[in-house]
Structure formats: C-alpha cells, structure tokens
C-alpha cells in the first residue's frame, strides 16, 4: 500500500510539472541596448522572455538573473510570422512597448499614459527564438 501512494505521490508531481511547463512559453533574445519594463531599468544583455499565457511578460536577464515583468492586454491578432518584442524609443531611452509572443498570434501591447503628447523617436522590434 505505501508503495502505491509513493508511486501516486511522484506520478502527481511529475504531472504537475509537465502541466507548468506547458502553460509557460520561454524565448530568448539579446538585446544591443538599455531599456525600461514599468518603472524598472533593466541593462543590455542576453534575456529570457516568459509568458505565462495569460497578460504577464517576465523579461529575465540571463547573466544576472535580474527580473521585469510587463503587464499588458491582448490588442488584436498580429501579422507578423515572427515573435517579437517591440521598443518605443525617445531621445534618451526605450521602453518594451509590446510583445508578439508567437507567430500569426495575439499582440500585447501597452496602453499610452493618459496626457502623454511626446511621439517617439522610434519604433524598435527585436526578434525572440526558442
């Protein structure tokens, strides 16, 4: 009888983290410059981007394990054949804009700050791989 339950017991946590597994989606980028996610600054380097296929991007810097999460709604369907990350750049930096998370799928995209008039300076889409 114990063996059962011990057989049970790691059958539900193998399960479990299958089941985790499936609900996240992880890519990996670099990306050549500084940036903002919210409030927070992250540096240039190597990321991974996880989507937990609800609203919620965490972009996770793979040398430093430093952490941002982005929050944005579902927007429409995209065009693009290619995940990818789009960055509004002004003068002195860029902010994560929106997230293409899979090819031909939904784009999250920020909503603009309420009373904000300064058009961006650019437009910047980095391309994530699995």
Known sequence: MKKFWMVMTLAAASLAGTLQAASTLD???TIDFGFR???????????????DQ???FTFRHVDTGRSAYFFAPAV?????????ITFTCYSESCSVAGV???SGGQMFRSLPKSGSSAKPAAMVNVMLRR
Do not use: C, F, K
């Open 54 to 56: 609800g609203h919620r």
């Open 100 to 102: 293409i998370p899979a």
């Open 27 to 29: 890519h990996q980028t």
């Open 37 to 51: 996610v919210d409030n927070r600054s992250m540096p240039a380097g190597r990321y991974e981007v996880l989507w």
């Open 76 to 84: 429409g369907d995209s065009r693009s054949q290619q995940p990818m």
